[in-house]
């Protein structure tokens, strides 16, 4: 298994991480490529204002449904197009 597939893993069971995490836990040296290659495969992951233990900001990565705004706006863009399963 993918470092990639295992941190997918993890985000669909519902965890989140932040990029330093993601480092540490997964060994992968350039977390934001990573989402955003989970992003280009079609997964919704979600970037949220979070904060440390000792209050410092920063961003925890999750996985989840998109809004009905969301789905709005992808229509609006790409139209049905958006929504049919790509073939291999």
């Not at 519902?14 to 060994?27: E, L, N, P, R």
């Not at 992951?45 to 009905?68: C, E, F, M, Q, W």
């Amino acid at each position: 298994m993918s470092k990639q597939e295992m941190l997918l893993n993890q985000l669909s069971r519902g965890k989140s991480f932040t990029a330093k995490q993601i480092k540490s836990s997964f060994g992968i040296a350039h977390p934001a490529s990573a989402i955003r290659n989970l992003r280009e495969q079609g997964y919704c992951v979600y970037t949220n204002a979070s904060k440390l233990h000792d209050g410092t900001p920063t961003v925890k990565y999750r996985i989840g449904v998109p809004s009905k705004r969301i789905v709005r706006l992808a229509n609006a863009i790409a139209g049905a197009s958006a929504f049919t399963a790509q073939r291999s």
